[in-house]
């Protein structure tokens, strides 16, 4: 037996699937958090069965690859097979459109009224057992977020029923009016000074410098918070880590071991930036570098998507978008792959044509740096002022825009118009908050430790080896000639096929001047992505376009490095 | 339409995917919106459709302008 979720995007599908299977997901206050389905298990009773979290749909006439996938999925259902139809009890009209859409389909279905908790505080009423009388279906009021009425739900599972309701299909709307007519009274609601202004938000007059301010708030805010937890970790490394390292150091003494393990230490003090072993740049590097920022960054964009701004965001700027041959929604997957390129490059599914999704993933693959990466290349050329890092991120943004602008002319393809349904603003539930933030600090420590210790292990193989010199000579047409950059660099850039943030600290020991350190970083972050980005690239657009992709990243990193090398000699 | 000013959906130019469409959204003919603003550089037009929820629609230029609304 199998159960399906079925609802309307961003009406918590993903969270009750959570509940109910115990498996963490991402979830947040913006459609097609999910773009393709889950599967997980759950207890019914004494059975054990699988459940399916469907993607979002608006209608069962599928006009999205998303519906067309819910659809087939519906198409294919077995014969105990029973679907569990998530509704918004805050937006009954909307749900209940699919709903009778469902009833249609003649399967036996449940209703999970969720988000009841706040039917309430929205100054709604619903009688449930009417809704129930008039539909023949059980329904079940639950909130997923807080856990509330989940158990009477599963009981109400084991009874799901095809529905009785007879209607003309092409006056569903008509049905719903008259349903909602005897189910649900609307309180008197004021409108508050503070629902004036969330309205507004999305209005340009007023919506701009919010959207201006909210920006500039997250950056200082990562900022602070980041710099506050690197400092935090340095005294910890300082007071427990150093003892211990140099301990070990003593005990190994000089040799291999001593070189893969500690690597360099002088006069009883490590710079655990240039040391390069494993247990000083290996360890340093992850938890006290970059770790800080990327719990800021999630911290942030956490609480933005949880509240629902995104979406707005996404609204706002959707005309500049266009321009640049991308989508309003394109703002989600970038700000998700600012945070890791990983997930970013996944999120590019909730774009609608293959044009628009491949644009935003070369994109952000080839200029936008993960908060791994920014927060090295900020300790590393921040150190010389605002110029050297404007400049960095500067020409990564026209490199963005002119990317954007050939492939919106060349490359052919559709560029769809926005049309959606921007969610109401939500109060996020702090639990679900932790939890989500929890999982992405978890998932970025599990992804980047291993290809970290690897870069830096096959750093000391390469310098031990002196295959180092071998690849420095081969490569110094590029880097030095066109690139103006020591030839040792060649280094950071075999590493950065691994990890970007460690091939940023490889860096450091080379006393780049601030030109060569600009065009190091710009040359870093456009090159090639790294492996696990590379992975997925190569599993969202299939090898074809992640060739081109490899092609349109190995050309603007060639172009823009002697660029660069150019017009910096004359500043 | 202007901004602010309410209006019932009289006719769809399009075919039956703009349609259904839109239907997903509730908006057919006799739907009453209200324009509340359009965005800039060419971006859409954010549309609140009658009913309890007062949903925001943001819709792109190029379908706005086959939505056909007489303004009361």
């Given amino acids: 037996m199998r159960v399906l979720l079925i609802g309307n995007p961003n009406v918590g599908k993903s969270v009750l699937f959570s509940r109910l299977t115990g498996i963490d997901v991402i979830i947040s206050n913006y459609p097609g958090t999910t773009v393709e389905f889950t599967k997980g298990w759950m207890k019914l009773g004494d059975r054990t069965v699988e459940l399916i979290d469907v993607p979002g749909v608006y209608t069962l006439r599928p006009t999205t690859k998303a519906e067309e996938v819910a659809l087939k999925m519906l198409e294919e259902m077995g014969k105990d097979d029973i679907v569990v139809h998530v509704a918004d009890s805050t937006n009954l009209e909307r749900s209940l459109g699919l709903t009778l859409q469902l009833v249609k389909k003649e399967i036996p279905m449940v209703i999970a009224l969720n988000i009841w908790d706040e039917v309430e505080h929205v100054g709604i009423k619903i009688d449930v057992k009417e809704l129930e009388r008039i539909l023949g279906i059980p329904c079940a009021p639950i909130s997923a977020l807080t856990g509330q009425g989940i158990k009477e739900l599963v009981e109400k599972m084991k009874e799901a029923k095809l529905s009785y309701f007879d209607f003309n299909e092409e006056r569903r709307w008509d049905e719903v009016g008259k349903i909602l007519k005897r189910v649900q009274v609307v309180g008197h609601r004021h409108h508050t000074l503070w629902d004036r202004v969330a309205e507004a938000t999305v209005l340009p007059i007023i919506g701009l410098p919010i959207a201006l301010l909210v920006m500039l708030s997250a950056f200082f805010v990562i900022r602070a918070v980041g710099e506050g937890l690197v400092n935090f970790m340095d005294m910890l490394f300082e007071k427990f880590w150093t003892p211990l390292v140099l301990r070990i150091s003593d005990a190994l003494a000089e040799g291999v071991l001593h070189n893969i393990l500690i690597g360099k230490v002088a006069d009883k003090t490590i710079d655990y930036l240039e040391s390069l072993g494993l247990l000083t740049t290996g360890i340093y590097v992850p938890f006290a570098a970059v770790l800080p920022y990327v719990f800021a960054f999630y911290l942030v964009l956490s609480l933005l998507e949880d509240i629902g701004y995104l979406p707005r965001l996404a609204v706002l700027i959707d005309g500049l978008m266009h321009k640049i041959g991308l989508h309003g929604l394109s703002v989600i997957p970038m700000m998700l792959g600012a945070g890791c390129n990983v997930p970013g490059v996944l999120s590019t599914r909730i774009l609608e044509t293959r044009k628009q999704g491949f644009m935003t993933a070369v994109m952000m693959s080839i200029a936008v740096p993960c908060t791994a990466q920014t927060a090295m290349i900020m300790g590393l050329v921040g150190k010389h002022g605002i110029v050297g890092l404007g400049s960095v991120f500067l020409t990564l943004f026209l490199v963005w825009t002119s990317v954007g602008l050939l492939l919106k002319k060349f490359m052919p393809g559709e560029s769809p118009e926005i049309f959606m349904e921007i969610p109401h603003y939500r109060i996020p539930h702090i639990p679900s908050l932790i939890k989500k933030l929890r999982m992405r600090t978890f998932w970025f420590i599990r992804d980047a430790i291993p290809w970290l210790l690897l870069g830096v292990f096959m750093v000391n193989l390469f310098y031990a080896t002196g295959f180092v010199d071998i690849l420095a000579r081969i490569s110094s047409p590029v880097i030095s000639k066109l690139w103006g950059l020591p030839p040792e660099a060649v280094i950071s850039l075999i590493v950065g096929f691994l990890r970007k943030d460690v091939a940023v600290g490889m860096l450091t020991p080379l006393n780049l001047s601030l030109e060569q350190l600009v065009i190091a970083s710009v040359v870093l972050t456009l090159y090639f992505p790294c492996a696990a980005t590379f992975a997925v690239l190569v599993r969202t657009l299939g090898a074809k376009d992640t060739v081109r992709a490899v092609i349109i990243m190995l050309s603007y990193s060639l172009a823009t490095g002697a660029l660069l090398n150019t017009v910096l000699k004359f500043m | ?72």
Avoid: S
């Avoid at chain 2, 259904?20 to 971006?43: H, N, V, Y």
């Fill in chain 2, 1 to 72: 339409m202007d901004l602010g000013e309410e209006g019932a959906v009289v006719r769809l130019v399009g075919g039956r995917g703009f349609i259904t469409k839109l239907d997903a959204m509730r908006i057919r003919i006799g739907t009453k919106l209200r324009k509340l603003g359009g965005e800039p550089f060419g971006g859409p037009i954010i549309v609140e459709v009658e009913g309890i929820n007062k949903e925001q629609i943001a819709i792109g230029h190029g379908m706005a302008d086959r939505i056909i609304v007489e303004v009361k």
